[in-house]
């Protein structure tokens, strides 16, 4: 009865190991990125991750950073990035928030010059912007 017992208190044991996750990271890093340096640097700062062993920033898909703080300040003058990505690791597996740095633009119409005394001036129309609805109050 006993040998029965601790098989019995074996198997349940092996069950409970075998459906525990164990290790891994416990999701994605997110990041928020802010102008620093008037404009001339990125600093990402992030909140850590459950299960993490340590952080990533890559910069086009290549690494540039490898570390456990939970800030990372990109230099401008270092690099320039069209998306960076923060991950969160333990071990191989690792989740990452990617940011997408692509510069957006707008066509500006009605360009025109002017010379006066020597000065260059310049004026053009500003992109019109729909009008959004009105905001109501709840």
Same mark, same amino acid.
């Given at each position: ?5 601790l098989v ?8 409970a190991?075998?459906?525990c996750k ?12 802010t ?13 850590s991750?459950e299960?993490?062993?340590?952080y ?6 290549n ?5 456990k =703080?939970? %800030?990372?300040?990109? *230099?401008?003058s270092?690099?320039?990035?069209? &998306?960076?990505?923060?991950? +969160?690791?333990?071990g !191989?597996d690792e989740q990452?928030?990617s940011l =997408?740095? %692509?510069?957006?633009? *707008?066509t ?5 010059? &002017?010379?006066?005394?020597? +000065?260059?001036?310049? !004026?053009?129309?500003?992109?019109t ?7 109501r109050?709840?």
């Amino acid at each position: 009865m006993k040998r029965l017992y601790l098989v019995a208190l074996l198997g349940i044991g092996a069950l409970a190991l075998a459906g525990c996750k164990g290790g891994g990271v416990g999701g994605n890093p997110e990041v928020t990125a802010t102008a620093v340096n008037q404009g001339a640097d990125l600093q990402l700062t992030w909140k850590s991750v459950e299960g993490a062993d340590g952080y990533r920033v890559y910069c086009d898909g290549n690494k540039i950073w490898e570390g456990k =703080d939970t %800030t990372y300040t990109i *230099s401008g003058s270092s690099n320039v990035c069209k &998306t960076v990505e923060v991950a +969160a690791y333990s071990g !191989s597996d690792e989740q990452k928030y990617s940011l =997408d740095l %692509t510069p957006k633009s *707008s066509t500006i119409t009605g360009l025109v010059t &002017t010379m006066v005394q020597e +000065a260059l001036g310049l !004026s053009w129309t500003l992109p019109t912007v729909p009008p959004h609805p009105p905001l109501r109050a709840a």
